[in-house]
């Protein structure tokens, strides 16, 4: 089955505690993103990556880092979590190219609390 | 610049009632413009897209938009609400590169929650 694979899906840690969220997608996509989600902002990027060796920042990359060594995994790292980056976390790929229309296609989210 | 406005962040409607979702966007290029939706506790799920065909664009479980380009909105509608579509909607423009190809990055509006009464 085509998709998009996070772990883990729920996380409470603290304050300083180095953490890694993974994306894993088997579709042989070359872009993928990273999202935050908070009430009443809706979605906004953290980073993303045209392919492999390839990343760039999103809106709100502050406080986080992103490695894509392999094409199919776009890890998202935490280096010192901090209590306003509690949020839900989504992971996206899509095919390069403008054929498809840009659909991206979801993780199932990751909802991380920093104590 | 490109933005998307999603002009309610809340509407209500009875079961069997229209339901009108609305949504403005920016855009100094020819957009891609999406509506996803997302229930309670799961992710996000792609209601319909549209991309420079025709501006009446059918998506699943009977929702609808239209292309408007002299409004530049992009509403989406469906003819009868179900309980099961309550839900957080977003509208979505997908970042042009001003050569008729994309960067592939999307901007979201805020979204708007949709409550079915009974």
């Known amino acids: 089955e085509a998709q998009v694979t996070q772990n883990p899906r729920y996380l409470i840690t603290v304050t300083g505690k180095k953490l890694t969220v993974t994306c894993s997608q088997n579709?042989?996509?070359?872009?993928m993103s990273w999202y935050r989600q908070d009430p009443g902002l809706g979605l906004r990027q953290i980073y993303y990556s045209m392919n492999v060796e390839v990343t760039d920042k999103g809106d709100v990359p502050e406080g986080y880092k992103v490695s894509r060594k392999e094409k199919r995994n776009f890890p998202l790292i935490l280096e010192s979590p901090s209590p306003n980056q509690t949020s839900l976390y989504f992971c996206?790929?899509?095919?390069?190219?403008?054929?498809?229309?840009?659909?991206?296609?979801f993780g199932p989210g990751t909802r991380l609390t920093v104590l | 610049a490109q933005s998307v406005t999603q002009l309610d962040s809340h509407v209500s409607v009875s079961e069997g009632t229209p339901v009108l979702l609305r949504c403005n966007y920016s855009?100094?290029?020819?957009?891609?413009l999406f509506w996803y939706v997302q229930h309670p506790n799961k992710g996000l799920q792609l209601l319909l897209k549209y991309t420079s065909a025709a501006t009446l664009v059918k998506g699943i479980n009977g929702f609808e938009a239209e292309f408007k380009k002299s409004e530049t909105s992009f509403h989406l509608t469906k003819p009868s609400a179900h309980m099961s579509d309550a839900a957080e909607y977003f509208c979505?423009?997908?970042?042009?590169?001003?050569?008729?190809?994309?960067?592939?990055?999307?901007?979201f509006g805020k979204g708007t929650k949709l409550s079915v009464k009974p």
């Open positions: 996206a790929s899509r095919p390069s190219g403008t054929l498809g229309g840009d659909e991206q296609f």
């Open positions: 855009s100094s290029y020819s957009p891609s």
């Open positions: 579709m042989n996509h070359e872009y």
């Open positions: 979505v423009v997908s970042l042009q590169d001003g050569y008729g190809g994309s960067q592939g990055n999307l901007i």
